[in-house]
């Protein structure tokens, strides 16, 4: 595992800022049944992904259209209504929901970037083989090039980066900010059950969101996150400012493993916790 590194990257000054609000909520979802049943909960980010072929495999773009479509027209709105039980919910829970697409890894991303529907708030491509500065610019700057105008590329750090063949976390946190991106998505490339916050330890976790905070980068985390880790935050990352603006999961929310199928009991209870 990698040891806590420190972070020696040139970071912009404080400012103040407004006190951090609640933090969102991201579900990884793999069809159109469970983004509706995602959509049910509450849930801030629907991240379309394929989870049985990796951390950021994507689905078809035939599935990104149909979401995207449940989102811009409720089934309500629709000739035949909702078209499962379990889509039961509001046309403001649905417009309240930003879509997300994983594009896989490097050069599969840049293949599928002009299929992103516009509709999309954000598409994550993983920075897997690109184990230098210019290699990963290079990466955002394809992606970025064929990506519709209206989505936002959102920076991908792996904790388990040796395992990906990438840079550290807080290379690429510093490199996002440097490069004008918004938001940093700190994920594991392994599912092995292994947390971000296990690879990472928990100081070197602090350290990753104080760099946020001070770049200004939103960031969320991911990687194996339990329900117990966010309950749990406040001893994590002690500096409020400093905590996740966003979880995102899907190993935790799923029958079984990541590669089932949501669970309606799980996912009531992190929506007891984040709602
Ligand atoms: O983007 C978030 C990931 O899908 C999280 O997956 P995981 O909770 O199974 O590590």
New binding site residues.
Partial sequence: MPTNAPCDEPVAAPEARPEKSKPQW???VRNLAEAELAVRFGVDIL?L?E?RRG??APVSAEVWHQVADLVARPPSHRDGGPQSSAAVFSAAQLSAAQL?A?LGESAQAVALADRVPPRFAFA?AGPSGCESESQLRGLWDAVRERMPAEVELVAVAYADHRAAGCMEAERIMALAAQGGFRRV?L??FE?NGC??IEVLGQTRLSQLGRLAHRQHLWW?L????TLGHVQRVAELVPERDDRPDCY???????DG??TGALCEAKMRQWQRTLR
């Fill in positions: 991201l579900v990884s991240d992904k989870p951390p950021l997300s994983a994550k998505l994920d594991t599912k947390s971000a969320s991911a990687g194996s996150i995102a999961v899907r190993g935790a929310v799923c493993d990541r």
